[in-house]
């Protein structure tokens, strides 16, 4: 079941909007917070998108599609974090969730959201302080984070987690002077 705290369907004056997706091809976590210019953190919405009813592979997708542009029209985020597809012994299971993650990408790049990418090892190493982190410790974190009560669903709360994540880097390329992660990198190398 959604959860909402907010009432606003838009982030308030000097406050950015980030929509954190954890892909999967069964079910699929969103969770949107905002991120005030001091980097205060607000939640906003959680909830996971479940695509196992749909008759086909086809029609998971498209309910994905659907659902994303749905919650994209009535939060209004200003960006997009998602998690990078990680290596799977499984190749069918590999090959479906990374096509669930292209869909993803597609509707949030189809409404003009800048979207940024993140590893798993990367989102736990922020969240948790180590990147090799288990998904309870995660869950925990998040809801102190957020100042959230009760157990948090798993895929909602990978998805808040990305989108804190998200948070944590544009705060630091914010403090770098530089505008894009990308160029955060390229400014890091540049040092040596």
């Not at 705290?5 to 982030?11: G, K, P, T």
């Not at 699929?28 to 479940?50: E, N």
């Not at 409404?111 to 998904?135: N, T």
Request: with cysteine.
């Amino acid at each position: 079941m959604p959860a909402d705290i907010s009432n606003s369907d838009c982030a308030a004056p000097g406050f950015t909007r980030v929509l954190g997706i954890d892909p999967g091809s069964q079910r699929t976590g969103v969770g949107i917070i905002d991120v005030s210019a001091d980097g205060k953190l607000s939640h906003v919405h959680h909830q996971p998108i479940i695509l196992l009813a749909a008759e086909s592979f086809p029609l998971r997708l498209r309910k994905l599609l659907d659902d994303l542009w749905e919650l994209i029209a009535r939060y209004r985020p200003d960006e997009v974090a998602i998690e990078q597809v990680f290596l799977s012994n499984n190749a069918m299971s590999a090959l479906k969730l990374g096509q669930a993650r292209g869909a993803a990408i597609a509707a949030c790049v189809a409404r003009d959201l800048p979207v940024s990418e993140y590893a798993a090892k990367e989102i736990k190493l922020g969240i948790v302080g180590s990147g090799g982190a288990d998904k309870q410790q995660v869950q925990h974190m998040v809801g102190v984070m957020l100042g959230l009560q009760g157990k948090l669903q798993a895929d909602a709360a990978d998805a808040l987690a990305v989108a804190i994540t998200h948070a944590h880097v544009r705060a630091s390329a914010d403090r770098l002077g530089v505008a894009t992660r990308a160029a955060w990198g390229r400014k890091g190398r540049g040092r040596g």
